[in-house]
Structure formats: structure tokens, C-alpha cells
């Protein structure tokens, strides 16, 4: 196994779920996000935190992934 076999196994994986997100998927083809091809997926997780660290309040924001097209000239 080479760095470069690694990075090919995950161009040509197909997408996968994010386990307990209800759907949020992420692929590493360097298409999820147009403007940072190194980025997996554009959905965001966030939570609250309470004093001890612990997360709560879980969120699932989905976004558009046209709002991420960087503009042609």
C-alpha cells in the first residue's frame, strides 16, 4: 500500500453515509466542494456544549452546493 494507492482508493470510492447524521454523506472525489476539492462534503454538524465539554442539541445543517461554485470570467 503507497500514499498514492490510498489517495486513488478514496477518489473512486462512492459515497458514504456519516454514521447517526440521518443522511449526510461525504465522497472525497474532489467534487464535494468546488471551491477546496480536499474537502468530503459540504453538510455541517453542529452542537451545544455544556461546561464539562460534553455536546447536546445536535443539528444537521445541509447546504447548497451552488452557493459554493466559484464565479466563471
Known amino acids: 500500500m503507497t500514499r498514492e494507492s490510498v489517495a486513488d482508493g478514496l477518489r473512486n470510492a462512492p459515497a458514504q453515509p456519516y454514521p447517526l447524521t440521518n443522511g449526510i454523506q461525504f465522497q472525497c472525489n474532489g467534487k ?12 455541517v454538524i453542529v452542537a451545544t456544549t455544556d461546561k464539562q465539554g460534553v455536546l447536546g442539541t445536535y443539528q444537521v445543517l445541509k447546504s447548497d452546493p451552488a452557493l459554493f461554485i466559484p464565479p466563471t470570467r
Open 32 to 43: 464535494a466542494f468546488a471551491l477546496s476539492p480536499n474537502v468530503c462534503g459540504s453538510d
